[in-house]
């Protein structure tokens, strides 16, 4: 079975730093496209942050300058960095994945809050 299992939310104070990790079993990751989405109460679902299979990456304007997109194909791990955190970063993230055949996957998600 494909799997996407995040880790790394919890409470954090404004300011801080906060690192998210998915593990990715059972598809040929290095060749996916993945993505962290991030969904608040009362908002639409949204995309973060992408990274291509070749590593580009892409940011929402929101996060932009603050938060770091990265993937360990040897390990099939994703990762997201999150610094300077904001209040309104408050959301669960969402490890996401599209394969070359089109097939796509989620993660269950982990909350962050950002809260003093």
């Known amino acids: 079975q494909v799997q996407l299992v995040e880790s790394g939310g919890g409470l954090v104070q404004p300011g801080g730093s906060l690192r998210l990790s998915c593990a990715v079993s059972?598809?040929?990751?290095?060749?996916?496209?993945m993505a962290w989405y991030r969904q608040a109460p009362g908002n639409q679902r949204e995309s973060v942050a992408v990274?291509?299979?070749?590593?580009?990456?892409a940011y929402a304007d929101s996060v932009k300058g603050r938060f770091t997109v990265s993937r360990d194909n040897r390990e099939n791990m994703l990762y997201l960095q999150m610094n300077s955190l904001k209040p309104e970063d408050t959301a669960v993230y969402y490890c996401?994945?599209?394969?070359?055949?089109?097939?796509?996957?989620w993660g269950k998600g982990t909350l962050v809050t950002v809260s003093s």
């Open positions: 996401y994945t599209k394969t070359t055949s089109g097939m796509e996957y």
């Open positions: 059972g598809i040929d990751f290095s060749t996916n496209f």
């Open positions: 990274i291509s299979s070749g590593g580009f990456t």
